[in-house]
């Protein structure tokens, strides 16, 4: 939201955004003063009169904005960055929703840590493989040599464990080496794919919703990684909710919608894929709720902890986000990712 303002307050210019937040026609919004829209206005009037002063040419504060131009709505808290025109005493007033700021502040620290766990991964994959085929080959030599029985037992549990160690390390390393197929993506066709094979493997119990905005277009994307992001999740909630598949009352929902002006990764998009993954289970430990799209890290006795940050990596990949909000009886999982 952009406005440019004289040093007394009078709004020039607004932009769409700057008209749509207050409620007011871009017309009454250049006949007011800037002023009107804050609920304690003098700390902005000091500093949009020291900025156009040249006092200094940048400063920043939190306010509240008025909205609607009703008494009743409730102020939007923003922050304020008021610059100063070159060549002019006119200063640009920029205001930034606080809520959306904490998002984006909350992406960005996910992409970091994302890109930091991408890179530990590798690296500790490779570390470990090579030693790995070594102890491997090892072992089958071993096995060759001795002829007690008891002796081939212990050489076989050190080929399958080595085994199952690769193929975990494979699966690290899976999102990096795998081309991204580029083609175009129904993300119905891809929800209605996860709940077939969620479906068929919990086939009492367990009832998956839909709730679908059909208008959604088409995207370009890749739609196998889609499906295993989506179905990752999805598989997560079917065994979190044991219980009450036990009982016949678990459900799963795959919500669709469309969401407008989103920001995903400091860029603005129009138009973005909004889905939902709802399920109605115990909710995630807290314990480690601030945690789960790190590697290895798994609520349940046996996971590999791996399902959310491949599930994550992928969306990734799609310019988009996946967040979660859980409390018990509720946990959703959101997926954001650009449109066309």
Known sequence: MVAVVSET??????????????????????????????VDAQRVRDTVAAVSRNDFSTSRLEALLRRSGASHAEPLPVHVIVNR???????????????????????????DQAQ???????????????????IRGAAQLLEMEVESRAL?????????????????VDRLLAPHRKPHVVSDVNIHEVCERVRALIQAEFPRGLAIERDYDISI?????????????????????????????AVGDARITLRTRIARQVTLGKQRYRLALDLHIQDNGPGVPESIRERIFYPLVSGRDGGSG?????????????????????????????IVIPLP
Not at 85 to 111: K, N, Y
Not at 154 to 159: E, F, L, N, R, S
Not at 319 to 334: A, D, I, L, N
């Open 217 to 245: 277009p088409d995207f370009r994307g890749d739609r196998e990684q889609l499906i295993q992001a989506v179905l990752n999740i999805a598989h997560n909630a079917a065994q979190a909710l044991a219980e009450r598949i």
């Open 152 to 168: 081939h037992e212990y050489t076989q549990v050190i080929i399958s464990e080595a085994d199952r160690l690769q193929a975990l």
């Open 85 to 111: 025109m070159e060549a002019s005493r006119h200063v640009v007033v920029e205001l930034v929703e606080i809520e959306q700021q904490t998002r984006q502040d909350r992406e960005e620290r996910a992409l």
């Open 116 to 134: 930091v766990t991408k890179e530990l991964i590798r690296n500790l994959a490779h570390e470990i493989k090579n030693p790995l085929g070594g």
């Open 306 to 334: 791996l399902g959310l940050t491949l599930a994550q990596t992928f969306v990734q990949q799609h310019r988009g986000t996946v967040e979660c909000e859980s409390e018990p009886g509720r946990t959703v999982f959101k």
């Open 9 to 38: 307050g009078q709004c020039l210019f607004a932009n769409s955004s700057f008209e749509n937040v207050l409620g007011l026609s871009r017309r009454s919004v250049q006949r007011g003063s800037l002023f009107d829209w804050f």
